[in-house]
């Protein structure tokens, strides 16, 4: 005969041998129900730790690993992106069936080096402010410009600034862009920043300048957006010239 009622098994069951040891040789058929019904209840904490540790990192711990999937998306369109906007530029520039040619810097431009006129002041319909401080994050530091189509009167040349200017005795920077119009005269030099995105795959913002001599140098802004799998600059303006 069972030493223990169902309704005080129930509460045994948390600190009393003597119960498992009933069940298993005076229960009979009731006994396996019983274990089954009691391995549920104690399983019914876990699944709903599962469910808040899952809402947690949704919540906070994936925002890291979305970031960086979004960075990983920029980075992929950056060459895309670029060689459209020299490409547009290029063709903006021709006079009659002469295109000047183009010496891209093979880096990119600093954050404070990007001048952005009244889109720095106040934010613009046409630009958000997250994109203005995203465009400015993205180019903290200079870094290499990575593998973009080029047309034909264009072409990368690495350290094209360093022929822009030159260090004094006493350590200031001056503007001097003599090798630099020794070496490809009659040309425009650009220099472009990492683009910021909108959204990313789908719409991006390209800062550049490109001139010929410290007196005859422009900024430009693109809004470039992709319709299928083909970037198109649908906006553009110049924020200042010199």
């Not at 069936?97 to 934010?123: H, K, M, N, Y």
């Not at 410009?145 to 690495?158: E, F, T």
């Amino acid at each position: 005969m069972s030493r223990f009622s169902l309704s005080s098994s129930l509460v045994a069951s948390f600190y009393s041998p003597d119960l498992y040891r009933d069940v298993v040789f005076r229960w009979k058929g009731i006994g396996v129900l019983y274990l089954l019904v009691l391995l549920v209840i104690a399983w019914i904490p876990s699944p709903a730790r599962w469910h808040f540790a899952l809402r947690s990192f949704a919540a906070a711990d994936s925002r890291p690993l979305i970031s960086a999937g979004q960075a990983l998306q920029a980075q992929s369109d950056d060459a895309q992106v670029l060689s459209v906007a020299i490409a547009h530029y290029s063709a903006t520039r021709r006079n009659g069936s002469q295109l000047p040619l183009l010496v891209i810097a093979a880096e990119t431009i600093e954050s404070d080096r990007i001048l952005l006129g009244r889109f720095d002041r106040a934010e613009a319909p046409e630009i958000p402010a997250s994109t203005i401080q995203a465009l400015r994050q993205r180019n903290a530091k200079a870094q290499p410009i990575g593998d973009i189509r080029l047309p034909a009167s264009a072409l990368l040349v690495r350290d094209a600034i360093g022929m822009t200017r030159h260090v004094t005795p006493a350590g200031a920077e001056v503007a001097d862009w003599s090798p630099f119009t020794h070496a490809y005269p009659g040309s425009q030099l650009v220099q472009l920043a990492a683009p910021a995105y909108f959204t990313p795959g789908q719409k991006a913002l390209v800062y550049f300048w490109a001139g010929i001599g410290p007196e005859g140098i422009q900024g430009w802004l693109y809004i470039l957006e992709k319709r299928g799998s083909e970037w198109h600059v649908t906006w553009s303006e110049s924020p200042w010239i010199a």
